[in-house]
Nanobody, 119 residues
Framework: QVQLAESGGGLVQAGGSLRLSCAAS????????MGWYRQAPGKQRELVAQ???????TYADFVRGRFTTARDNAKNTLYLQMNSLKPEDTAVYYC?????????????WGQGTQVTVSS
């Protein structure tokens, strides 16, 4: 089992910045990927950014150049720096870890943190 705890959401004006954190604990395998997803009301959950335990981050087109993700493997913590926020970035942001045990990938989710961007 893996537990994920997000923090850092809130209300910000358009053009502002927020930093999300996600602390992971439990049985974290050395081969894994961690990612940020978001879900706006009435929409499907979508991938925002992802980074593997030893790789470079990838971003969705709609955040590239504005958001940056990084991970601290020693602390099992994932970060998302969000700059130049837009009202359309308003959503619940979820952290996830895709844990690979050599045979299967098991995904765990955090509880989510609300990000609201006012115009």
């Amino acid at each position: 089992q893996v537990q994920l705890a997000e923090s850092g959401g809130g209300l910000v004006q358009a053009g502002g910045s927020l930093r999300l954190s996600c602390a992971a604990s439990g049985s974290i395998f050395s081969l894994n990927a961690m990612g940020w997803y978001r879900q706006a009301p009435g929409k499907q959950r979508e991938l925002v950014a992802q980074i593997s335990s030893g790789g470079s981050p990838t971003y969705a087109d709609f955040v590239r150049g504005r958001f940056t993700t990084a991970r601290d493997n020693a602390k099992n913590t994932l970060y998302l720096q969000m700059n130049s926020l837009k009202p359309e970035d308003t959503a619940v942001y979820y952290c996830a870890i895709h844990n690979y045990d050599g045979t299967y990938v098991r995904t765990y989710w955090g509880q989510g943190t609300q990000v609201t961007v006012s115009s």
